[in-house]
């Protein structure tokens, strides 16, 4: 008998891949202060919060810019963001992401979004999946980015199920980190290699059914 009464979603990577628009607005961004922004370099930015992006992504440029500036460019780099996300529809909603989530709520499993994202809810509405999350945690009510457990606790709070009841679904170490250090069950999202410490690892959703989430 799985003792699961609760999953917890994180955004970006696992419902639906919005880390190529990031990547667009950080490269234009980056174009714009004079030097390149690799794939490979995007890959660092998953699961990590827009400033502490901000940070990484000068560290590339080799650039110091003062807060006030900083906080122009963080900016600048989310509006870029947010005119891409705009367009965004149901079919960006990764392969096998709806039918898990209709599957768990036949099943009377409560579900929350855990995710470091400001832009959430415009994410969640624009994909028709609002009305699947009983509870939405992200970068706007939580003080402290993942690996910090913060934003599963507060999940696992809302939700009104103990951190114990919980599966996380997460696609960056950081996730997966602060899932465990929430002593929560955690799903990886991509290659096993890669991911550590996750409880089981898939490559996606795609026939994801009950029977994942037995522990
Ligand atoms: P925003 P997740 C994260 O989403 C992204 O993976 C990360 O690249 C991004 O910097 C962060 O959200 C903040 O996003 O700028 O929209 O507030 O994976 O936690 O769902
Ligand atoms: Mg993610």
């Excluded at 667009?24 to 794939?39: E, I, P, Q, Y």
């Amino acid at each position: 008998m799985s003792k699961t009464k609760a999953c917890l979603f994180d955004l970006d990577g696992v419902v639906v891949d919005t880390a190529k628009y990031h990547y667009l607005a950080w490269k234009r961004l980056a174009n714009s202060l004079g030097f390149d922004f690799t794939h490979k370099d995007n890959e660092r930015l998953k699961g990590v919060s827009r400033m502490q992006s901000l940070e990484i992504l000068l560290s590339i440029g080799k650039i110091k810019p003062s807060d006030e500036e900083k906080s122009k460019m963080a900016e600048e780099k989310n509006n870029w963001y947010v005119e891409y996300i705009s367009k965004l529809d149901e079919n960006e909603i990764l392969p096998g992401v709806k039918d898990f989530l209709i599957e768990l709520r036949r099943n009377g499993i409560k579900i929350a979004l855990g995710s470091a994202s400001k832009n959430s809810m415009l994410i969640l509405n624009n994909l028709n999946l609002t009305s699947y999350f009983d509870a939405i945690i992200d970068g706007n009510k939580v003080s402290k980015a993942k690996p910090d457990p913060e934003v599963f606790l507060l999940g696992a709070y809302e939700l009104k199920v103990h951190p114990s009841e919980c599966v996380v679904f997460e696609d960056a170490q950081a996730g997966i980190d602060a899932a465990k250090a929430a002593n929560m069950k955690v799903i990886g999202i991509g290659q096993k290699d890669v991911l550590l410490n996750a409880d089981k690892v898939f490559e996606g959703l795609s026939n994801a059914d009950m029977d994942i989430i037995e522990f």
